[in-house]
């Protein structure tokens, strides 16, 4: 398994500023990825980041909008810049180990934009 | 376009009583892997399954990888109230370069006593 800290937990941010989400965790993994959930939804993946390059991103996000950094193998940050009320969510960090394809989350962070 | 659906979308039901959770797709999937999530926490793993057509069980949870690795089921018996939370399924996807996993529309249970 693996311990993920994610900070931070929550934050209320005004529309047209900028918020850095960081992940860190405990051991080396492969794979790091964000998600986005609406309350009571399901999880929407943001994207992938790969240690030392461009995150990959799904359809209907990008790169000016979410910026994420992955500098090395246990640590990551996502950006949400320039934010409005519908980026309200809870985003979260998650982490597959090595040698494994389960995934383990961080407990997220909730975000309100007003 | 969710790869996923699940159903029911939400359920109540009593203590005691029995329930199915049932997650479908058109998309063939390497492993599939079954959370709970809590108010306030992040998913937390229950279980995955590999191979098509394999039955796996943990205490009252039974779970069922479809033989055309598909689709699946969360089978629970003589729920509790303990087991209210969002029930997500999520799929595994190898695009060969890569792996990713998506998560199903989720389904939410309450049981009461």
């Known amino acids: 398994s693996a311990v993920i800290s994610q900070k931070p937990s929550r934050d209320i941010c005004q529309r047209g500023t900028s918020l850095t989400i960081q992940c860190q965790v405990d051991?080396?993994?492969?794979?790091m990825f964000w998600y986005r959930q609406q309350p009571g939804q399901s999880l929407t993946l943001i994207a992938t980041a790969n240690q030392g390059s461009e995150a990959t991103y799904e359809s209907g996000f990008v790169i000016d909008k979410f910026p994420i950094s992955r500098p090395n193998l246990t640590f990551s940050t996502l950006t949400v810049s320039n934010m409005s009320p519908e980026d309200s969510s809870i985003y979260l960090c998650?982490?597959?180990?090595?040698?494994?394809?389960?995934?383990?989350f961080g407990q997220g962070t909730r975000l309100t934009v007003v | 376009t969710q790869l996923l659906e699940q159903s029911p979308q939400f359920l109540s039901i009593q203590e005691g009583e029995n329930l199915t959770v049932y997650c479908n797709s058109s998309s063939v999937f390497s492993s599939l892997q079954w959370y709970r999530q809590e108010p306030g926490e992040g998913p937390v793993l229950l279980v995955t399954?590999?191979?098509?057509?394999e039955v796996k069980k943990l205490k009252r949870l039974t779970f069922q990888f479809g033989d055309a690795r598909k689709d699946s089921s969360l089978h629970i018996t003589a729920a509790q109230p303990g087991d209210t939370g969002l029930y997500l399924c999520a799929g595994l996807i190898n695009t060969g370069t890569a792996s990713k996993l998506t998560f199903g529309t989720g389904t939410r249970l309450q049981v009461t006593l």
């Open positions: 998650s982490v597959v180990v090595r040698g494994r394809t389960e995934a383990f």
């Open positions: 399954v590999v191979t098509g057509g």
């Open positions: 051991s080396q993994v492969t794979m």
